[in-house]
């Protein structure tokens, strides 16, 4: 209460400004806190497979993620049974998650230019499942 008091009083010119800018840290401050976790999530030292593999239970910042996409194998008539089971499950941040994202629908040099997504159409699981650790591998793990 008393930095709420102190900031009440202060002097930092006309109090439409001054109120402007207070909600403005107040919003900035209540997204950060809700990053947080986020953010410290995506600030984890790199971890094994088997680490990745072991932790799959439900935490804010971390996402489950499929080693071998699951839209695009389910597309394909890959068995579920494969898709979401733990040998293709791993726990990583969401950020990581998202940037993983990101590279399967980006251009690849390795792929000749094509995104990782367009080079897997018709391959089977083992290259999937490689290009899915080389994903995890290039998010940092």
């Known amino acids: 209460m008393g ?8 002097e930092f ?3 439409g400004e001054y109120l402007t ?5 107040a919003e900035t401050a209540l997204w950060l806190y809700d990053k947080c976790p986020y953010i410290k999530a995506d ?3 790199p971890k094994s ?4 593999q072991s932790d799959l239970g439900k935490r804010k910042g971390y996402d489950v993620h499929h080693i071998v996409e699951q839209t695009a194998a389910d597309r394909e008539d890959f068995p579920r049974k494969d898709i ?10 969401t950020l990581k998650h998202w940037e993983i994202t990101g590279w399967y629908m980006s251009g690849n040099k390795r792929f000749g230019g094509l995104t990782p997504r ?3 159409r018709g ?3 083992d290259e999937r499942r490689q290009v899915g650790l080389e994903a995890l591998i290039e998010a940092g793990y």
Do not use: Q, S
Request: charged residues 30%; aromatic residues 6%.
């Open 3 to 10: 930095l709420a008091r102190a900031l009440a009083n202060a």
């Open 13 to 15: 010119g006309p109090a």
């Open 21 to 25: 800018l207070l909600e403005a840290a």
């Open 43 to 45: 600030l984890d030292d």
């Open 49 to 52: 497979l088997e680490e990745l």
């Open 84 to 93: 979401d089971g733990p040998d293709n499950l791993v726990r990583i941040p």
């Open 118 to 120: 367009e080079y897997l």
């Open 123 to 125: 391959k089977d699981w």
